[in-house]
């Protein structure tokens, strides 16, 4: 893995640190002194630019992003971005204060329990210690790391811990920072993004492709081998099964996989799975795809996809006329389908009487179509499809923000599930859309909705919860690959 720059300012905004106890707000507190010597813990040792377990005062550069309090205490995290190395310590305390470093292999959600990196306790004589610097990521196993520091007062049971943070490596932008902290849910062993998301797992698996190519950083290519490796025979093999959304959002992955690599077996799964979502084309409603190869449901968002990544392979395919064709034949059929309402927004899909059935107008309803249009556009040079697009993205961009910024129809605090993903669909679709027209109409918005995210909706990770205007939430892959596809709409 190729590892690439440096990011000069500390995050820590509104989701707050993580305390074991109930606990003051956090303190500046004051310089611990070197320690004569520090246990090293029992967690098998890292090895990077340095080995584990190396004295702070060999530190070429040092900063403090998150630090919190217990009992009087200042507990800090100490991380040198150019030795991509951390250390924790305690201040303003007694002799027998302990102090520790966790380190987290998947954003925080896991540590490794007892081993309490560099455990060290304030001797006497002095207020306060530091323990030993660790490494924050592990690049022999493809681990993106994050630190926190953690202490108790020597006389108390109470546990305090900083929020979790990391060195500045993969981070130089708001981007690439949020690529990052993504990739904290790869899940090493299947191959997927959260241990066994699907569909999700190939929209953050885009995002992250979108991001190598926006800002130039390749980190993280191994992952689009690794889950083509890992997942290619599962389900129903070539990323397909009998939901045919699913198979569509897996086919475009593939589709930017091949962009990025220029690895013919990558397109050659993507025609395979747009070859199995024709394969569920009806008659029922007048044409169009199937939600589901067992089902009658006609959706919006599958038939999106179903013109996008026809579109996507013509593109790329040299004399090709049937996926052309398919594409073709998909835009006339959903235009007219009644699925887009006078409000030139697109709700969810179709009644058994193939009327619109009036359920919620979704953001990745919104902007699916817009990709699948620009791709269009550059198939035929037909400069209506554009129109069209620009009709739809102006309804969608107005009528969907709340307070000025995007929020989707019934937005929740959490940031599982399918929901999530969703306004990640959209700002990708609208960002292909403005790039394509050469006035981008939509690229203040954008930068809008991203700088206000950035304030508002951050932690000290570079995590993103579920509101990009603010407010209570938690984070999961879900909202980072939705705020990661803002963010390389944005160009950020």
Known sequence: MTLFGRRRTAAGLSLAATLLTAAPAAATGTTAPAPAAATAGTAAAVCDLYCDARDPSAATSERVPVSSSLYG????????????????????????????LDRSFDGGRSWSSGSKLGDTRTPDGSRGWRTLMYNVDDWNTAGVGALRACGKAGDRAEIACTAWARVDRNAWSRGTAAA??????????????????????ANALTAVIDNARVSGM??????????????????????TNDYLDDTGWWGLAWVAAYDATGDGRYLATARADADHMNASWSGVCGGGVLWNRTKTYKN?????????????????????TAYLE????????????????????????????????????WTYNQGVVLG???????????????????????????????????????????????????KGAYVRGLGRLDAQ??????????????????????????????????????????????VLDLLNAAGQ
């Not at 150019?82 to 102090?99: C, F, K, L, Q, R």
């Not at 899940?187 to 569909?199: A, C, I, Y």
Request: glycine share 12%; hydrophobic share 30%.
């Open 73 to 100: 205490r200042s507990i800090r995290l100490h991380l040198s971005d150019n030795d991509v190395m951390g250390w924790a310590s305690i201040d303003t305390g007694d002799p027998g204060d302990e102090v520790w």
């Open 180 to 201: 990052t902290a993504l990739m904290m849910s790869y899940d090493r062993g299947t191959g997927l993004f959260g241990g066994n998301g699907w569909w999700t797992a």
């Open 218 to 239: 390749p980190s993280y290519k191994y992952a689009i081998a690794t889950t083509y490796d890992k997942n290619l025979r599962a389900q129903g093999g070539d990323f």
């Open 300 to 320: 919006a968002i599958t038939n999106e996809l179903f013109l996008q990544l026809n579109a996507a392979l013509h593109n790329r395919i040299p004399g090709d």
């Open 326 to 361: 398919r594409a073709q034949r998909e835009w006339s059929w959903f235009r007219q389908s009644g699925m887009i309402n006078k409000d030139h927004l697109i709700n969810d899909g179709l009644t058994d009487a193939c009327a619109n059935n009036g359920q919620t107008t």
């Open 372 to 422: 699948g249009l620009t791709e269009l556009f550059r198939a035929t040079g037909d400069s209506g499809l554009l129109s069209t697009a620009r009709e739809l993205a102006d309804a969608s961009t107005s009528r969907l923000e709340t307070d000025g910024v995007l929020r989707e129809p019934g937005e929740s605090d959490g940031c599982t599930g399918d929901g999530p993903s969703f």
């Open 437 to 482: 027209l050469t006035d981008h109409p939509y690229a203040a918005t954008l930068d809008r909705w991203a700088d206000a995210a950035y304030a508002k909706d951050r932690n000290s990770l570079d995590q993103y919860g579920p509101h990009w205007n603010g407010g209570a939430g938690t984070t999961d892959y879900g909202c980072q690959q939705s």
